[in-house]
């Protein structure tokens, strides 16, 4: 049996010991609705009927209960993204990590356990390709006896950028499993439904917007506005003035919105930061309409954006943030590091299990060349608490078997295929761990999506020739770098 004193990292971070007092408590039905979209109507699955599904409102360091009941046909999980879940990983949501799916007809009460995170965060179905409709947000509010540490807005409004595919997305990703490609393009994007923000002249707006897109980095402008960002990832940042935002998928940002422009129907617009050549994506959009007696525009004027793969611009603005760090909200950076590890990650292509693939074989994400192969019979975090054997191996590696230039696009005749294993990295509680993540340009490189996303919550800074003392929490990586 390992020790209790080891904790395992696989996709993840956990601490296991005791959940709450008292909680709020919510009740989530999954199940399939009617929907409507460019003139599309078709059944999806959904949380209580909502597409986006309802927002959770809690407050720093409160205890939230749902009772998920499963209506749908499939099994489901919901992870609470971005929440630590501190001694208590056993509702956390990840399939076959930290909880079994809930299988149809059967229902299974999740706690939400909050610590320091403050903010906007979200929920989304951890399963499958169910999460490309099942999601929604977390507004986490300040203590009673706390305000935010800057001007109380006059309103707050959440904003999710989403996908919508005609097709049904549950055989939009059985068609890309069966044929060893990637998933197709949605058909369009979208920011809540058809969403309208009306504003008060001289009044402060916070938007907390969420990105639960399935794979793209989106801009995010308001024409003839600046916003100041001040939070991120369930964290506060020094405020921040910007005409754009730049949000990964799974990532999370706050902005306040000052209506001081000329009252009149200002266009908010999301656009995609790298459009692929073969498919061209018309930005999401919605209307900031001011109250009034005026003459709206008699069409609508976008606001500009930087170009496809706008360097500069994203990583001017990624570079610019800062975390809050102050007496409130004091920051730990980790001095004595224990453990260094270096992850490279890669589109792989591997051997296809059946003759329905449509290239020769099947492309396959992987870190230090495995990739993960579920658990079949219990959670792997079960069989560590209880010592079961043989469902994990402790023996995921620190870093690459081979060292070489992973952006010249070959590998070294040594360098063996992708490996499925079950396998974690085990470390000491308390350890203090570097993470390099190191992209590479080989395999399928086209395929590669440009961010790297960890699901879990660390204070992330910069690997260059300078050091930052204030890096800001984040939940997903932008990866910037031209190859």
Not at 38 to 50: D, E, P
Not at 116 to 135: I, P, Q
Not at 347 to 359: L, T
Request: aromatic residues 12%; proline residues 7%.
């Amino acid at each position: 049996m390992f020790s209790t004193r080891k904790v395992f990292v696989m996709c993840f971070f956990g601490i296991i010991m005791a959940p709450v007092v008292h909680a709020l408590v919510h009740k989530f039905e999954v199940r399939r609705t009617s929907h409507t979209r460019l003139c599309t109507r078709k059944t999806l699955l959904t949380v209580n009927g909502q597409f986006p599904g309802p927002t959770i409102y809690a407050r720093r360091g409160e205890v939230v209960v749902v009772d998920v009941i499963n209506r749908s046909h499939q099994n489901i999980t919901i992870h609470w993204h971005g929440v630590k879940m501190r001694r208590y990983p056993w509702t956390d949501g990840v399939n076959y990590v930290t909880q079994c799916p809930i299988s149809p007809g059967k229902r299974f009460r999740q706690q939400i356990v909050l610590s320091n995170e403050e903010g906007t965060l979200f929920w989304h179905a951890h399963s499958d390709w169910s999460r490309a409709t099942v999601y929604g947000a977390i507004v986490i509010l300040p203590p009673k006896t706390h305000t935010y540490p800057f001007p109380k807005p006059h309103a707050q409004v959440p904003i999710l950028l989403g996908e919508w595919w005609n097709a049904d997305v549950q055989q939009v990703f059985e068609k890309s499993i069966a044929e060893g490609v990637a998933a197709d393009f949605s058909d369009a994007f979208l920011m809540n439904d058809t969403f309208k923000l009306s504003v008060e002249p001289g009044k402060t707006y916070l938007i907390r917007m969420i990105n639960a897109m399935m794979n793209f980095i989106m801009y995010f402008k308001i024409k003839d506005h600046n916003v100041t960002v001040v939070g991120m990832d369930g964290a506060y940042t020094k405020p921040l003035n910007s005409d754009h935002i730049a949000i990964a998928p799974g990532q999370t940002m706050d902005f306040l919105l000052e209506a001081n422009q000329p009252p009149s129907r200002y266009y908010m617009a999301a656009r995609v930061w790298a459009s692929p050549y073969w498919h061209t994506y018309i930005p999401t959009t919605g209307i900031v309409e001011y109250v009034g007696n005026y003459t709206p525009p008699s069409s609508p004027v976008l606001p500009s954006f930087p170009g496809f793969q706008g360097w500069a611009e994203s990583t001017h603005f990624s570079k610019r943030l800062r975390s809050l760090a102050n007496d409130n909200y004091p920051i730990k950076l980790p001095m004595n590091i224990t453990h260094n590890l270096f992850f490279t990650l890669t589109i792989n292509v591997g051997p296809c299990f059946s003759n329905s693939c449509k290239n020769d074989g099947r492309l396959l994400a992987s870190i230090n060349n495995i990739s993960m192969l579920y658990p079949e019979t219990q959670t792997i975090l079960e069989a560590y608490y209880k010592g079961i054997g043989g469902v994990f191996t402790p023996d995921f590696p620190a870093k690459p078997s081979t060292i070489f230039d992973f952006t010249q696009g070959y590998k070294p005749e040594n360098e063996g295929h992708t490996q499925f294993k079950t396998a974690v990295y085990m470390l000491d509680y308390n350890s203090e761990v570097e993470i390099v993540l190191q992209g590479t340009n080989f395999g399928q490189s086209e395929s590669i999506i440009p961010y790297i996303y960890m699901d879990t919550t660390s204070t992330l800074s910069e690997l260059d020739s300078g050091t930052s003392t204030q890096p800001p929490i984040r939940h997903a990586i932008i990866s910037l770098t031209r190859r």
